[in-house]
Each structure stands twice: as structure tokens, then as C-alpha cells.
């Protein structure tokens, strides 16, 4: 009868649907992602595939052709040293010198290579990095920056190097994109090597907040951006190359406050997702 031919059919659809996916090269649920380093001869796949009978061998030869292209994919890449991390990133860094950062990860990135004066802990709360502070009054904050604070070539972090970068920050002929949110600084002071002054037009809530800016030495302040390679820090990492596709080496700063991070090297690297749906 009709009705008994239509419950055929809809077993059969379901063993077939079943064997299919147990046939699958690619053992893993029916709706999954991969991240994959982006590369030349990868794209972006979006090909949903009905489970039948007669689709299940294109489906099959489909995924094995792209199991290939991923193996080849990877073989192309240079394979990391030992004990390195790898962070797979949603885009590549567009710059890495703390004064242009706007995108969010290039300011992840840079943060690793450049410490501020303050940095945020996970209540988002400023605390000391570079310096410790007091306020003397609603418009004046004092900075005293670490003795041990060391860019990533030895030479020590100073309050002209704070002074250099803030003010760098400042003169429009720069052009960097934070140049507003520095707006309610009036004057910066340096009294003696280790102390900095940041006088204010009017009291700021947020002022704390922009005090995370990257610090450079001052030597670098004069133009910008500065070129990746080029770029020195006092972060816990320093820039080691730049590679294929927008990846980036990093390697601990032996230096670094705290001590150096316990791994050899962290590479960051933009991942591209290869939607499948099994």
C-alpha cells in the first residue's frame, strides 16, 4: 500500500543515513568546525551534503579530497621549535606598536610585547606593572616606576622613555588613534628618573584606564608606526619574525617582570574555520 511503501522509505533512509555516517572518513559529529592556519590554497567551505544513497560516494570522495588539502596545507608550513605554544587567531595582527593598536588582536599581541604603566587584572581594575602610583590630588597622579623594569635590549625603562610615549601620543602629527582618550592629561612631568607626574585638565574616572598604554623607549617615540620587527618592549615577550600568512614567533623576554614566561617560544597564528556539515 501507499502508506507501507512510505514507512519503506523512510527506513531505508535511515539505515542509509546510519551506514554513511558510520562510513565516514571523517569520524567526528555531524555539524563540527576546524581551525586551520589560513593559507594559499585554503578556503572557507560551507557545502552541506544530504545523506543519500546516491550522494553518500561524492560526500565521501568530497571530505577525503579536503583531508588532502590539509595535509598538504600543513606539510607546507614551517614546522615550530620545540616547546612552543601555538594561539590560533581570528585575524593577524595589523600592527604591533602600542600607540595604534585598535583592533583587538593586535592589542592582545602588542600587550604581550609592551607593558604599561598599569595593567588590568580580571575584575578589569587597574593595578601596578611598570610603576606603583599615589594621587596626590584629584588632578595629579605620581608614578614611580620598578628598578628592575628592562626593555627587551637591557637598557632600563626611565621616566623619559613614560614621558616620551605619552607625549608622542599627543602631538597630532602622529596620528594615533588614542590621542583623544589621552585628551585630559595637561602636563607631564619627569622630576627624576623614576618618577613621572601626569597633570590633568579636569578630573578623569577613566584616566587610570588609558595608563595601560605600551611604554617605548624613547629613542622610538619620534614617528610611527613602528615596524613589528622594530618594535621594543618590556613585555614578557619579544618579537622574534613574522611569518606566512601573518603568524607572529614570539620568544620570552628573559628580563621580564616576574621572570620569563616557562615556555621556549608563542606563535600566534590566524585561523581560518572549515564548516562541515556530516
Not at 553518500?56 to 596545507?73: D, F, K, N
Not at 590630588?137 to 637598557?155: I, K, M, N, Q, V
Not at 583623544?180 to 627624576?192: G, T
Request: glycine share 6%; hydrophobic share 45%; aromatic share 6%.
Amino acid at each position: 500500500s501507499p502508506s507501507q511503501h512510505q514507512e519503506q522509505g523512510a527506513t531505508q533512509w535511515s539505515h542509509a543515513t546510519t551506514a554513511d555516517h558510520d562510513a565516514s572518513p571523517w569520524p567526528l559529529p555531524r555539524s563540527c568546525m576546524v581551525w586551520h592556519a589560513r593559507k594559499k590554497c585554503q578556503r572557507s567551505f560551507d557545502a552541506p551534503l544530504r545523506f543519500t544513497r546516491e550522494r553518500a560516494p561524492a560526500r565521501r570522495a568530497l571530505v577525503s579530497v579536503l583531508l588532502c588539502a590539509l595535509a598538504c596545507c600543513r606539510a607546507a608550513e614551517t614546522a615550530p621549535p620545540p616547546a612552543t605554544v601555538v594561539v590560533a587567531l581570528e585575524s593577524a595582527p595589523s600592527v604591533l606598536d602600542p600607540r595604534f593598536t585598535t583592533d583587538a588582536n593586535s592589542s592582545l599581541v602588542a600587550a604581550l610585547v609592551s607593558d604599561g604603566l598599569t595593567a588590568s587584572d580580571e575584575r578589569g581594575d587597574s593595578v601596578p606593572a611598570l610603576a606603583e602610583w599615589r594621587q596626590p590630588s584629584p588632578l595629579e597622579y605620581h608614578f614611580t616606576l620598578r628598578p628592575e623594569a628592562r626593555f627587551h635590549d637591557g637598557t632600563a625603562v626611565t621616566a623619559a622613555d613614560v614621558a616620551a610615549t605619552y607625549r608622542s601620543v599627543l602631538d597630532p602629527a602622529l596620528g594615533s588613534p588614542k590621542r583623544e582618550a589621552l585628551a585630559a592629561i595637561a602636563a607631564i612631568e619627569v622630576p627624576d628618573p623614576r618618577t613621572v607626574v601626569f597633570r590633568l585638565r579636569e578630573v578623569s574616572a577613566a584616566f587610570l584606564e588609558t595608563t595601560n598604554l605600551g611604554v617605548l623607549p624613547a629613542r622610538l617615540t619620534a614617528s610611527g608606526p613602528i615596524p613589528p620587527l622594530a618594535v621594543i618592549g618590556s613585555g614578557p615577550f619579544r618579537v622574534m619574525a613574522l611569518l606566512d600568512g601573518g603568524g607572529i614567533d614570539l620568544a620570552p623576554h628573559a628580563e621580564a617582570l616576574g621572570g620569563p614566561p616557562p615556555i621556549a617560544r608563542l606563535r600566534s597564528h590566524p585561523a581560518v574555520p572549515l564548516l562541515f556539515d556530516l
